[in-house]
């Protein structure tokens, strides 16, 4: 049962453009949502992240918006720069016993100059 | 500030035996995930240390195992390994349990033959 989709697996932006990453989710308990940035051969590493109670958190080039009604994120990258090419990973927060983290597939960027 | 680390980096093992993956997490950090990712599936869950005890598993089989030691440092076994197991195996440390923003280590490559 995948609880957070990341219906495309990848995406191609070029250079200076917008890039949007997409991510939907079926819990609505999930209380703080996430992206995660994977470079080959090395571990993700935290980008950005909104609360539940939030509709949008921007940071630098980096905006997420959360729709709760239709249960949707998205990461906003402007403007992209080849730099930003690589895996990224929504994530989302919920208590089911104990907190739990649930990642999407991931998304692959590539941003071309 | 060292970050997670993980050993070995790469392995490769045959169909039928076990292994076992090292995580050293953050100094301070006494929380411990692990996570298995393949092409596909994004990061599945494996299972959340804390203080020693785990505190959430996700949904492998039983061969599948771990523990943490008091000094935080975490291990996990897989045990009859299966082709399907070769994976990308990731640690990841957090000062509190599921707190969202994780860091991860560069992970341990898992190849089944």
């Known amino acids: 049962d995948q609880q957070v989709k990341q219906n495309s697996p990848s995406l191609s932006v070029q250079e200076g453009r917008i890039s949007i990453l997409n991510c939907d989710y079926t819990n609505s308990m999930f209380d703080y949502f996430l992206w995660y940035k994977k470079y080959p051969a090395e571990g993700p590493t935290f980008l950005i992240s909104i609360s539940s109670i939030k509709d949008k958190n921007e940071d630098g080039r980096f905006t997420v918006f959360l729709n709760k009604s239709a249960k949707h994120l998205s990461l906003h990258i402007v403007p992209s720069q080849p730099g930003d090419s690589a895996v990224y990973f929504c994530?989302?927060?919920?208590?089911?016993?104990?907190?739990?983290?649930?990642f999407g597939q991931g998304t692959r960027l590539t941003i071309n100059p | 500030k060292a970050g997670v680390t993980q050993t070995p980096r790469y392995l490769i093992k045959t169909r039928g035996q076990q292994v076992t993956l090292s995580c050293s997490p953050i100094s301070g950090h006494r929380s411990v995930s692990w996570y298995q990712q393949t092409p596909g599936q994004g990061l599945q869950f494996l299972f959340e240390y804390f203080s020693e005890t785990q505190r959430n598993k996700g949904n492998f089989p039983g061969r599948f195992s771990g523990r943490q030691f008091s000094n935080s440092r975490s291990e996990m076994n897989v045990s009859t390994l299966e082709l399907g197991d070769s994976a990308l195996y990731l640690c990841?440390?957090?000062?509190?349990?599921?707190?969202?923003?994780?860091?991860f280590g560069e992970g341990s490559r898992l190849t089944v033959l």
């Open positions: 990841a440390s957090s000062l509190e349990p599921s707190g969202g923003e994780l860091f």
């Open positions: 994530a989302a927060t919920v208590f089911q016993g104990a907190q739990k983290l649930v």
